[in-house]
């Protein structure tokens, strides 16, 4: 089975400053694909950022961007120049076997002005 | 609509009673997905369907929930005898296939509150 771990259950950044998010997981499989969402508080979950396993080039999406290391299965969202909107739940998610995802526990991000 | 919508936003009832949760998915999407998200936690897989498919049911944690779907529209999930530790936001999601590349496409959810 795979699990997916967010080790940071809450995080802050200042407006206009860069953080990351970390992210790790546990598979056996060696194709897969990898998620970050955003969840604010309208309860809907947002897609920001996917990455094929297979690839060995970070997804960047605008502001977004991953760094994925296959060996050590990490896979933290970096998000720059931060803004008020970008405060939510963030959480990481794994698929492989094109049924459900599986969720780490996510990270609450705060933004302060 | 647009996106994948489900109803009711809310729901609040009594323990014991039996409870059903609609979703209706993005039009032409043939994979759907049920997951549940506790207080403050991340989102647990419940149940999938893919087209006439037997679905998958294995996330699904008694015999007290249940699922359908027809064909590739609306889905319902019933949950019979509701307990106190089924209260949480049950979220459905949607996706154009069952490739691990298509993105799932969540709706707002609904907040199920059991007294």
């Known amino acids: 089975a795979q699990t997916v771990t967010q080790s940071q259950p809450e995080m802050s950044v200042q407006e206009a400053e860069t953080v990351t998010l970390s992210c790790t997981y546990d598979?056996?499989?060696?194709?897969?694909?990898l998620f970050w969402y955003k969840q604010p508080p309208s309860r809907q979950m947002i897609l920001v950022i996917r990455?094929?396993?297979?690839?060995?080039q970070n997804a960047t999406e605008n502001r977004f961007s991953v760094n994925f290391q296959k060996a050590a299965k990490s896979f933290s969202l970096k998000i720059s120049d931060s803004q008020l909107g970008d405060a939510a739940m963030y959480f990481c998610?794994?698929?492989?076997?094109?049924?459900?995802?599986?969720f780490g526990g996510g990270t609450r991000l705060m933004v302060k002005p | 609509g647009a996106g994948v919508s489900q109803s009711p936003s809310n729901k609040v009832t009594e323990k014991g009673k039996d409870v059903e949760l609609r979703c209706d998915p993005i039009s032409g999407h043939t994979a759907l997905y049920w997951y549940r998200q506790r207080l403050g936690q991340g989102l647990e897989f419940l149940i999938y369907f893919q087209g006439n498919s037997a679905p998958d049911k294995s996330g699904l944690p008694s015999d007290r929930f249940s699922a359908e779907r027809t064909g590739e529209s609306v889905s319902t999930l019933t949950i019979q005898r509701t307990q106190q530790e089924d209260s949480a936001v049950y979220l459905c999601?949607?996706?154009?296939?069952?490739?691990?590349?298509?993105?799932?496409?969540f709706g707002d959810g609904t907040r199920l509150s059991i007294l």
């Open positions: 998610a794994f698929n492989n076997a094109g049924n459900m995802l599986t």
């Open positions: 990455q094929e396993a297979y690839k060995q």
């Open positions: 598979t056996s499989e060696s194709d897969y694909y």
């Open positions: 999601a949607s996706s154009s296939s069952r490739r691990s590349n298509q993105p799932q496409h």
